[in-house]
């Protein structure tokens, strides 16, 4: 298994500004995922990010909006950036296992972030 | 794409009582199944993964089974606890190797 601890647990944010979220796994991984949840539904992708190589972004998801790096093979970050009420949601921190498909995913618990 | 579904969204028992979770999913092409279970503002914690080859896995008091061909899963729950309260979701891999989750069951177990 892999634990991941994912900071801050939660904000309160004013619109305009950003928030940089961190990941920190206790393992190599290759791929680390990065979700959000918006209040009363369920997870979406943002983004995939490799480490050496530019986050791969999903469909209505862009760089700009959600910077990611990923430095190390046990690290990576999310910024929100220019933030809305609209971005109010738990973003989440997930990889695999074994760093490969078919295996376990796991979750950091998660930043409940507040936009006012 | 792929798309899940879980029924019912919200479920309310009496603590002791078996109960059973539904999760289908509309393209029968997938590596695996997994349950999670998220508390209110948390993140989300694995309780069991399906692999595509397997039918069914335990662990404890929770049993998953899968049924490709038809594109389900289910999770039992026996004998269920107040501390069992908590949202349940369930998501396929497939293909592209992306997790797609359904929007999960809100269970409450009442002492």
């Known amino acids: 298994s892999a634990v991941i601890s994912q900071k801050p647990s939660r904000d309160i944010c004013q619109r305009g500004t950003s928030l940089t979220i961190q990941c920190q796994v206790d393992?190599?991984?290759?791929?680390m995922f990065w979700y959000r949840q918006q209040p009363g539904q369920s997870l979406t992708l943002i983004a995939t990010a490799n480490q050496g190589s530019e986050a791969t972004y999903e469909s209505g998801f862009v760089i700009d909006k959600f910077p990611i790096s990923r430095p190390n093979l046990t690290f990576s970050t999310l910024t929100v950036s220019n933030m809305s009420p609209e971005d109010s949601s738990i973003y989440l921190c997930s990889v695999d296992s074994q760093g490969a498909k078919n295996t376990e995913a796991f979750f950091g618990q998660g930043t409940r972030l507040t936009v006012v | 794409k792929q798309e899940v579904t879980q029924i019912p969204a919200a479920l309310s028992v009496p603590e002791g009582e078996n109960l059973v979770l539904n999760c289908s999913f509309t393209d029968s092409a997938i590596y695996n199944l997994q349950w999670f279970r998220q508390d209110p503002g948390k993140g989300l914690t694995s309780l069991l993964l399906?692999?595509?080859?397997?039918r069914e896995q335990t662990s404890g008091r929770l049993n998953a089974s899968l049924d490709k061909s038809s594109g389900r899963s289910t999770l039992y729950i026996a004998a269920s606890q107040p501390g069992d309260s908590a949202t349940y979701l369930c998501a396929a891999q497939g293909g592209s190797e992306k997790l797609v989750f359904g929007k999960g069951t809100k269970l409450t177990v009442n002492p």
């Open positions: 399906i692999q595509s080859s397997q």
């Open positions: 393992s190599q991984v290759t791929m």
